[in-house]
């Protein structure tokens, strides 16, 4: 019975190092600008799972009163001091004045225009949804141009679309005057980074709007089960990490050239555990790190909850409230957050 059981935990202890070793490796390839496995970059997609696995086998470890615990336990430490807490303990918000700035960022679909959602009037619930919550700037992703009479209550922003054609349609819409804009025409795609400057509270603020590389996977039980179709997915996610780095590096390049403080929201389609958004994020705050709860779900691949919708600001900035919303009107859900600028302290 002893010489069995020293086996199967041989065994438990095999799979615990490959697991560790899988957490341990998705930090160390977040802090790079390239892919060296495209491998590490699919696993950043299940962080969350490798934490709760190293969770189970620390515990397991710790329960057998053998030293190997330690594995795990070391691997979680350096997994939360690299990617910090992926749950938001919802700090406390604060009280908004008048002269905070709502903003949100949300991929519509389209407004559901093919039916995708297979309910009707998703498009017009939508509108109705953003007229309810009424943020100052709002940043849409795959937006429908034919929608714009119907958000007159945003009277800037109607010429901050894309200037390539193919292009899926972003905008930025403000209820502040808008002084300058402009697209970086990401090279190759269809996805694409617009802003904006816009007059706030005397300042001079700068919205970018970002849409990366889309997964281009509808998530279903063949995703990933399916021999030929998972081969041909993995692919496909690969191809579109590789991509979304490629983006990221071009709109970090821009955002060092910009002399205002800038705001950086949309659909980045990866996770806060990746290199792509590290890039992006530099020395941004995260509005769900600030003040967000939960999980902060923005998009559900294979049932998976996944945060890939922010809301980044410039430190000048301070954090009132952040809030996940639960409206399934598209396949993302929106985000909000309440700013302030330090300087109307």
Not at 31 to 45: A, D, E, G, K, R
Not at 99 to 116: A, E, P, Q
Not at 126 to 153: A, G, V
Not at 192 to 221: C, E, K, W
Request: hydrophobic letters at 40%; a positive charge.
């Amino acid at each position: 019975m002893g010489k069995t059981a020293s086996i199967v935990d041989g065994i438990i202890f095999a799979i615990n190092i490959l697991i560790a070793f899988f957490l341990f490796i998705t930090c160390v390839s977040s802090y790079l600008t390239f892919q060296v496995i495209p491998m590490f970059s699919v696993l950043n997609l299940f962080v969350p799972l490798l934490f709760a696995l190293n969770l189970l086998f620390a515990g397991y470890w710790i329960y057998k009163r053998k030293k190997k615990f330690l594995l795990s336990l070391v691997t979680l430490i350096i997994g939360y001091f690299v990617f910090g807490s992926f749950y938001g303990m919802g700090n406390e918000a604060g009280e908004a004045k008048p002269s905070d700035l709502k903003i949100m960022t949300y991929n519509v679909r389209g407004f559901d225009k093919y039916g995708w959602s297979k309910e009707l009037n998703t498009g017009e619930r939508i509108i109705e949804f953003i007229k309810k919550e009424s943020p100052d700037i709002i940043c849409i992703q795959e937006h429908d141009s034919r929608r714009y009479k119907q958000l007159n209550q945003y009277p800037y922003g109607r010429e901050i679309r894309y200037s390539t054609a193919g292009k899926s349609v972003q905008t930025i819409l403000s209820k502040y005057p808008i002084v300058g804009h402009g697209s970086l025409d990401l090279p190759n795609t269809a996805n694409n980074i617009v802003y904006a400057d816009m007059l706030y509270n005397g300042d001079t603020i700068r919205v970018y709007n970002i849409h990366l590389q889309s997964f281009r996977i509808i998530p279903s039980t063949r995703t990933f089960s399916d021999g030929k179709e998972s081969e041909k997915n993995y692919r496909r996610l690969v191809s579109t990490f590789e991509k979304q780095l490629e983006q990221a590096k071009i709109f970090d390049a821009h955002l060092r050239q910009s002399t205002h403080t800038n705001i950086v929201c949309g659909d980045f389609n990866n996770t806060q555990f990746s290199n792509v958004y590290k890039i992006v994020k530099g020395n941004l705050n995260d509005t769900f790190l600030e003040k967000g709860t939960g999980f902060g779900r923005t998009y559900k691949l294979w049932k998976i909850p996944l945060r890939i919708d922010y809301i980044l600001t410039d430190p000048a900035f301070e954090v009132v409230s952040h809030t996940n919303f639960d409206e399934k009107l598209s396949d993302h859900y929106p985000v909000m957050a309440t700013l302030r600028l330090t300087s109307e302290q």
